[in-house]
Each structure stands twice: as structure tokens, then as C-alpha cells.
């Protein structure tokens, strides 16, 4: 599943992590959209993988509280979603400045 990210609110980054079984196969990445419901970032990359049972992994991702373009995004609710076999989930996070 996709937890709540840690630190949230946040001001300079923050982590978002998601259990996995080890089997499935998805695509390692978490989109980040605005309260518009734009895309302002995609996180395709985790850095950290590490096995929390025989079948399960967790997956860690870091978000610096920029966009695509590498600006710094303004105070606000923001979302991020993951989109597995399992279906989609989205969560909410607050950035605070």
C-alpha cells in the first residue's frame, strides 16, 4: 500500500514509501499533481529498496517540493498517486514555506 508521506507537513522534503509484494510488477514511480489536478512531477526512481518480509518490499521516494522544471512549488495541498495492478492510490500532502 501507499503510506502517508513523512514529514507533513513539510517545507524542503519530504518521503513517500509503498509496500509492494515482491512479485508484482508496476511501474517504480509516483506522480505528483496539484489541487487542479495538473501534473507538476514524476518520482521514477526509489531510493531505497529493502525487504520487509519474503514477499514484501518497500520502496522510498523523495520529493524536493519542485516541479519538473526544478521551481520550487508554492504553499498548498498537493497529491501524489501510484498506480500498481492492485488499482490506483492517491494520498494528500501540505507544503508549507
Request: avoid cysteine.
Amino acid at each position: 500500500g501507499l503510506f502517508q508521506n513523512f514529514p507533513n507537513p513539510f517545507s524542503s522534503f519530504t518521503v513517500i514509501s509503498l509496500i509492494l509484494s515482491s512479485q508484482m510488477q508496476f511501474p517504480k514511480k509516483i506522480a505528483i499533481y496539484n489541487v487542479k489536478g495538473q501534473k507538476i512531477r514524476t518520482i521514477d526512481h526509489a531510493v531505497q529498496s529493502s525487504a520487509i518480509s519474503t514477499n514484501l518490499r518497500k520502496y522510498s521516494f523523495v520529493w524536493n517540493g519542485k516541479d519538473a522544471n526544478g521551481k520550487a512549488v508554492e504553499t498548498g495541498t498537493y497529491f501524489y498517486k501510484t498506480e500498481t495492478s492492485d488499482g490506483i492510490q492517491i494520498k494528500k500532502m501540505t507544503i508549507k514555506k
